[in-house]
T-cell receptor, first 110, second 114 residues
Framework: GQNIDQPTEMTATEGAIVQINCTYQ??????LFWYQQHAGEAPTFLSY????GLEEKGRFSSFLSRSKGYSYLLLKELQMKDSASYLC???????????FGAGTRLFVKA | SAVISQKPSRDICQRGTSLTIQCQVD?????MFWYRQQPGQSLTLIAT?????????ESGFVIDKFPISRPNLTFSTLTVSNMSPEDSSIYLC???????????FGPGTRLTVT
């Protein structure tokens, strides 16, 4: 079976750092995605990790540990516009099918 | 990145009717997918649209209900057939190039069935 878990909601303060965790159990693994989705809009690609370690891209970083089935998205210097849902998604092995977690709604307060 | 457009952007349909959603990409892509996102939920994969052959459907989705066409590497359609209110959702087209590991989404089609 396939299971992707992430917290339902998180709240953080403008200017702070927040870490959104994702754990997964899938029948195969060919990479993990993070997407940002604002209400009423399509998901926007943030990152893709296929090897263990940290990938940094501006204010956003993504970490992967394949042995632990674990990833996190780190958002630094939070801005109000970062209030959105963040979706963790896993691509299955041997193909390009991507399965999504339920998403984490992040609220950034002043 | 690929630029993806979908038509229509939204529609209100009566139960029992069918709606065809179009997805157009500005470049040739290897993989095209159709997802559904019901209100307040995450994305559920409906099927992978294969160029030149039948689509590959996920568990819970069947060709009679969601027929898909993919006549070339830049275009696909998804039809929602014999609609019921439970089909009210956002339908999203997604593409992957195969040469990079990125996957992009179209703007979505917001469908309401009354």
């Amino acid at each position: 079976g396939q299971n992707i878990d992430q917290p339902t909601e998180m709240t953080a303060t403008e200017g702070a750092i927040v870490q959104i965790n994702c754990t997964y159990q899938t029948s195969g693994f060919n990479g993990l995605f993070w997407y940002q989705q604002h209400a009423g809009e399509a998901p926007t690609f943030l990152s893709y990790n296929v090897l263990d370690g940290l990938e940094e891209k501006g204010r956003f970083s993504s970490f992967l540990s394949r042995s632990k089935g674990y990833s996190y998205l780190l958002l630094k210097e939070l801005q109000m516009k970062d209030s959105a849902s963040y979706l963790c998604a896993v691509r299955s092995a041997g193909g390009f099918k991507t399965i999504f977690g339920a998403g984490t709604r992040l609220f950034v307060k002043a | 990145s690929a630029v993806i457009s979908q038509k229509p952007s939204r529609d209100i349909c009566q139960r029992g009717t069918s709606l065809t959603i179009q997805c157009q990409v500005d470049s040739q892509v290897t993989m095209m997918f159709w997802y559904r996102q019901q209100p307040g939920q995450s994305l559920t994969l409906i099927a992978t649209a294969n160029q030149g052959s039948e689509a590959t459907y996920e568990s819970g989705f069947v060709i009679d209900k969601f027929p898909i066409s993919r006549p070339n590497l830049t275009f696909s359609t998804l039809t929602v057939s014999n609609m019921s209110p439970e089909d009210s959702s956002i339908y999203l087209c997604s593409v992957g190039t195969g040469t990079t590991n990125e996957q992009y989404f179209g703007p979505g089609t917001r469908l309401t069935v009354t």
